[in-house]
C-alpha cells in the first residue's frame, strides 16, 4: 500500500483535521479535535465495527474524569468535553487508522510522521530560541512561535517524548527501517535532543535511555549472536 492509496482510503476529511489538532495552532488545535470526532461520528456504520470493550472502557474513565473535573472548574467549561470525548474517540481514530492491509513497516512510518507533527510546533520555538539565545539562558520557559506566549519547559518538552523514542528504530531489524527514514529520524532526534538540552527536561533524557533498553530486552532474545555483537559495537 503506497501513501496515495492510504489518503485516499482514510480520507483527507479525517487526515487534515487531525494533522492540524496535533499541531495546535495558535492553541486552538482542540477545535480541531471537534471537528474530527464530529466527521467519526458522521460516518457512523464504519464506527460502529470499531466499538470494544476497552472503548466501553476508556469511555467510561474520561467521563468519570470529566464529571468530577465539572464539580470544579479549573481552566474553562470546554475542557468538560475535551476531557470526555477526545479519549474514546481518538482510541476509535487509532483503530480506524490501521487499515486492512497495511505492512508493519508501514505502521512505523505512520507512528513516525505522528510523532513528529505532534512535536513541530514545540520543536521550532525551542530552535528559535536556541539561535537567539544558545543554551546559556536562565529563563526555561519558551514563547511558542504560534503566539509569542510563554510556555512552561516541562509542557514544551512533553511534546518531544515521541521524538525521544527515535533511536530505537536503528536496534530493530526486522521490519527493517527504509534508510531515508532512518536519516530523517536522526536529524530529529539530534534536533529534539538539543532542545531538550535547552529546556532541561530529565525526564525526556530517561524516556529515551529507558526506551531503548527496554528495546534491547526486545530484540536480544530474537536475533543471532553474531547480529547482537553488531549491535552492541554499533551502541
Given at each position: 500500500m503506497n501513501l496515495n492509496s492510504y489518503r485516499k482510503q482514510i480520507g483527507l476529511i479525517y487526515l487534515i483535521p487531525f494533522i492540524l489538532y496535533l499541531l495546535d495552532p495558535f492553541g486552538k488545535?482542540?477545535?480541531?479535535?471537534?471537528?474530527?470526532?464530529l466527521s467519526l461520528i458522521l460516518n457512523t456504520k464504519k464506527l460502529i465495527l470499531f466499538f470494544d470493550r476497552d472503548f466501553v472502557f476508556v469511555s467510561f474513565f474520561s467521563i468519570s474524569y470529566a464529571l468530577f473535573y465539572a464539580v470544579e472548574l479549573k481552566s474553562g467549561v470546554q475542557f468538560i468535553f475535551i476531557y470526555a470525548l477526545f479519549p474514546g474517540f481518538f482510541y476509535l481514530l487509532g483503530?480506524?487508522?490501521?487499515?486492512?492491509?497495511?505492512?508493519?513497516?508501514?505502521?512505523?512510518?505512520?507512528?513516525f510522521s505522528i510523532g513528529f507533527i505532534f512535536s513541530l510546533s514545540s520543536l521550532i520555538s525551542v530552535l528559535i530560541n536556541l539561535r537567539e539565545g544558545g543554551f546559556a539562558q536562565l529563563n526555561r520557559d519558551i514563547p511558542i512561535f504560534w503566539n509569542g506566549k510563554a510556555t512552561k519547559a516541562t509542557l514544551m518538552a512533553a511534546y518531544l517524548t515521541f521524538n525521544?523514542?527515535?533511536?530505537?528504530?536503528?536496534?530493530i531489524r526486522k521490519p527493517k527501517t527504509p534508510i531515508l527514514l532512518q536519516l530523517i529520524g536522526g536529524v530529529i532526534?539530534?534536533?529534539?535532543?538539543?532542545?531538550?538540552?535547552?529546556?532541561?527536561?530529565?525526564t525526556q533524557l530517561v524516556i529515551c535511555i529507558l526506551s531503548i533498553v527496554l528495546s534491547l530486552f526486545f530484540v536480544i532474545p530474537r536475533q543471532s549472536f553474531k547480529t547482537n555483537v553488531q549491535l552492541f559495537f554499533f551502541i
Open positions: 488545535g482542540f477545535l480541531f479535535g471537534y471537528i474530527l470526532i483503530k480506524y487508522l490501521m487499515v486492512d492491509g497495511i505492512r508493519p513497516r508501514q505502521i512505523v512510518v505512520l507512528l525521544m523514542t527515535i533511536p530505537i528504530i536503528f536496534l532526534f539530534i534536533a529534539s535532543l538539543l532542545s531538550v538540552f535547552r529546556l532541561g527536561s530529565r
